[in-house]
């Protein structure tokens, strides 16, 4: 089965740049999404189809995805961002999570 | 706006089957363009998809391999929401599930239920 990667926890300074990767076996092929979950509430898809914004998301959110890894990338954090981080793809029919990254807003 | 809802017992004994509903108000489950799908999140950990049911006229399932000897989705057309039924529970599958639209185009989630913890014990 396919497996996604991702960092257990990211810290970033307020105001800076945090960049959150997701490996996987040619994930380049694949497209990825993103969620933000914050405790208690159900995720959110802030990225889908690699780089897509859905609407109400800030665009201080972007995404990339080449070779075997994808990035979410969040420019001038704000406390606000703090939260749990899943990316996920489709891989035979079925949907594959990442196991998470907490980001942390210093 | 799509708006799904879970329900369902919040307390299951071990052994015994976990059955879920979720509602969905705002849109179709037989809209032939979204798979109706349940994912779980055991406390402090990760999200883990569970199945789902995808439904156009008949209904196509496909389940988490890890689970799919315990697990059952369903659609009820005449409610507009679909089911989850896990069978032979134990302390393992304590959980918070979720009811989720899964996008054909594209493979995401982009509605999701507020979730549902359900704890098996006894």
């Known amino acids: 089965s396919y497996e996604l990667t991702q960092p257990l926890s990211v810290s970033v300074a307020l105001g800076q740049t945090a960049r959150i990767t997701c490996g996987g076996n040619?994930?380049?092929?694949?497209?990825v999404h993103w969620y933000k979950q914050k405790p208690g509430q159900a995720p959110v898809v802030v990225i889908y189809r690699d780089s897509n914004r859905p609407s109400g998301i800030p665009e201080r959110f972007s995404g990339s995805n080449s070779g075997n890894r994808a990035t979410l990338t969040i420019s001038r954090a704000q406390a606000g961002d703090e939260a749990d981080y899943y990316c996920q793809v489709w891989d035979s029919s079925t949907w594959v999570f990442g196991g998470g990254t907490k980001l942390t807003v210093l | 706006q799509v708006q799904l809802q879970e329900s369902g017992p919040g307390l299951v004994k071990p052994s015994e089957t976990l059955s879920l509903t979720c509602g969905v108000s705002?849109?179709?489950?037989?809209?032939?363009?979204?798979?109706c799908s349940w994912i779980r999140q055991p406390p402090g950990k990760g999200l883990e998809w569970i199945g789902y049911m995808y439904y156009s006229g008949s209904g196509s399932t496909n389940y988490n391999p890890s689970l799919k000897s315990r697990v059952t989705i369903s659609v009820d057309v005449s409610k507009n929401q679909f089911s989850l039924k896990l069978s032979s529970v134990t302390a393992a599958d304590t959980a918070v599930y979720y009811c989720a639209r899964g996008r054909i185009q594209g493979y995401y989630f982009d509605y999701w239920g507020p979730g549902m913890l359900v704890t098996v014990s006894s």
């Open positions: 040619n994930i380049g092929s694949k497209n």
């Open positions: 705002g849109g179709s489950v037989t809209s032939g363009s979204y798979y």
